[in-house]
């Protein structure tokens, strides 16, 4: 099944202490994208990665890191997490060749930091 | 800022057809009009886009004016699993960056 995976799907964790969110997509798609979600905000672009080695700033990247070194990996670093972070978190895939371009997303992680 | 503007909610009875509103006035030429719908704190689920033409799916039929300055997504026949917040989104492409914008939450009442 064509799909993209977040892990975890939630998480607790405290000012300060490293984390990484992962996601995964198994449809070959040269793009990847970070999104996060509050109230009264909607959905906000953090990062996203043309293809493997390419990444670029969304509208937040403030305290976020990403890396592309393969293709159906993307994983959200987060290296000092403070409670502004505190989301949903939504990572998304979209070909880039050949097609709509419409982006598929995953289930989504709540992280809440204190 | 987004590109687009949505009345932030709007009911529909259940059965009937929704029609959600998009207003695009600044849409270039090579921007196509994109519609995804979230429900609940799923991920967003992506319905159907079009350039210039209208466009239809097994989900839903998009109606983008011949000046391209609005369009209209219709649920032709709404159930309550249509109770969502719906996105309408302006882009070119091969646009890397983009932007959400805040959407239309539609309630279909029983």
């Known amino acids: 099944e064509a799909q993209v995976t977040q892990n975890p799907r939630y998480l607790i964790t405290v000012t300060g202490k490293k984390l990484t969110v992962t996601c995964s997509q198994n449809m070959n798609h040269e793009y990847m994208s970070w999104y996060r979600q509050d109230p009264g905000l909607g959905l906000r672009q953090i990062y996203y990665?043309?293809?493997?080695?390419?990444?670029d700033k969304g509208d937040v990247p403030e305290g976020y890191k990403v890396s592309r070194k393969e293709k159906r990996n993307f994983p959200l670093i987060l290296e000092s997490p403070s409670p502004n972070q505190t989301s949903l978190y939504f990572c998304?895939?979209?070909?880039?060749?050949?097609?709509?371009?419409?982006?598929?997303f995953g289930p989504g992680t709540r992280l809440t930091v204190t | 800022d987004a590109k687009t503007t949505q009345p932030p909610s709007m009911d529909c009875a259940e059965g009937r057809a929704a029609n959600l509103p998009c207003n695009h006035s600044t849409i270039s030429g090579n921007e196509y009009v994109y519609w995804y719908r979230q429900i609940h704190s799923q991920g967003p689920q992506y319905i159907i886009h079009?350039?210039?033409n209208n466009e239809t799916n097994e989900m839903a039929s998009l109606i983008i004016t011949e000046d391209r300055k609005s369009s209209t997504l219709i649920l032709p026949h709404a159930t309550l699993r249509d109770t969502a917040v719906y996105y309408c989104?302006?882009?070119?492409?091969?646009?890397?960056?983009?932007?959400f914008g805040k959407g239309t939450r539609l309630h279909i009442l029983p």
């Open positions: 998304a895939s979209s070909p880039r060749t050949g097609g709509s371009y419409e982006q598929y």
């Open positions: 079009g350039l210039k």
């Open positions: 990665s043309m293809n493997v080695e390419v990444t």
């Open positions: 989104i302006v882009k070119w492409v091969r646009d890397d960056k983009i932007i």
